[in-house]
């Protein structure tokens, strides 16, 4: 944008530096420091280790995929027009 001199540089750090994109990159750079260290792999191996049937899944699985669930904000949903609602 600033090469083709479309927007000036604080039109375009204002436009990317939103709280929704703040908030991506941070969960992206969490989400790398937990798959470089194997965190992923530990967690998962002690979740899928306790289950020994489907009943047993669905107990421990369900819950805790509501508790994860419960977490997701509105930055992680589908974006929607401000406004009226409608595009013209």
């Given at each position: 944008?600033?090469l083709?001199?479309?927007l000036?540089?604080?039109?375009?750090?204002?436009?990317?530096?939103?709280?929704?994109?703040f908030?991506i990159?941070?969960v992206?750079?969490?989400?790398?420091?937990?798959?470089?260290?194997?965190l992923?792999?530990?967690?998962g191996?002690?979740?899928?280790s306790?289950?020994?049937?489907?009943?047993?899944?669905c107990?421990?699985?369900?819950?805790?995929?509501?508790l994860?669930?419960s977490?997701?904000?509105?930055?992680?949903?589908?974006?929607?027009?401000r406004?009226?609602g409608?595009?013209?």
């Amino acid at each position: 944008m600033y090469l083709f001199a479309i927007l000036p540089l604080d039109s375009i750090a204002k436009a990317y530096m939103k709280d929704a994109v703040f908030f991506i990159f941070g969960v992206l750079t969490i989400a790398v420091g937990v798959s470089k260290t194997g965190l992923d792999r530990r967690i998962g191996v002690v979740f899928l280790s306790r289950i020994r049937n489907l009943k047993s899944f669905c107990f421990l699985f369900l819950p805790g995929l509501a508790l994860a669930a419960s977490f997701l904000s509105e930055h992680a949903l589908v974006p929607r027009p401000r406004g009226g609602g409608t595009r013209s």
